[in-house]
């Protein structure tokens, strides 16, 4: 059973930085691309999980939502299995459970990374909570 590992997350103020890490023995990330979603609280039932950032398999082929472009970063280490998300400036709204995500590489093109059915393999979460 593949299993994908989030860990970093945790409680800070405003205007603050965070690292998330997803890390996995099960799978080969440099075969994966790679996605980082999150749940806010209270979110409507059946409601996808919002779409945050992603990595394509392809080096340097990184995708943001508009709304942390410019102030969260994902990368990746295929060497160490790893994907992580650096998230600068946090803002209240930016609270929310965090999740990453991968799918077999080119199965889908850039604009399908952004849709959290699309991916095949999930961790179990890691919460961030900004305080205003």
């Known amino acids: 059973q593949v299993q994908l590992v989030e860990s970093g997350g945790g409680l800070v103020q405003a205007g603050g930085s965070l690292r998330l890490s997803c890390a996995t023995s099960?799978?080969?990330?440099?075969?994966?691309?790679l996605g980082w979603f999150r749940q806010a609280p209270g979110q409507a039932p059946g409601k996808e999980r919002e779409?945050?950032?992603?990595?394509?398999?392809?080096?340097?082929?990184?995708y943001y939502a508009d709304s942390v472009k410019g102030r969260f970063t994902v990368s990746r280490d295929n060497a160490k299995n790893t994907v992580y998300l650096q998230m600068n400036s946090l803002k209240p709204e930016d609270t929310a459970v965090y999740y990453c995500?991968?799918?077999?590489?080119?199965?889908?093109?850039?604009?399908?990374?952004?849709?959290?059915?699309?991916?095949?393999?999930w961790g179990q979460g890691t919460q961030v909570t900004v305080s205003s």
């Open positions: 995500a991968a799918v077999m590489k080119g199965l889908y093109g850039a604009g399908d990374l952004s849709y959290p059915r699309n991916y095949k393999y």
């Open positions: 099960s799978i080969p990330f440099s075969f994966h691309d």
């Open positions: 779409f945050v950032a992603a990595a394509a398999w392809s080096a340097g082929s990184t």
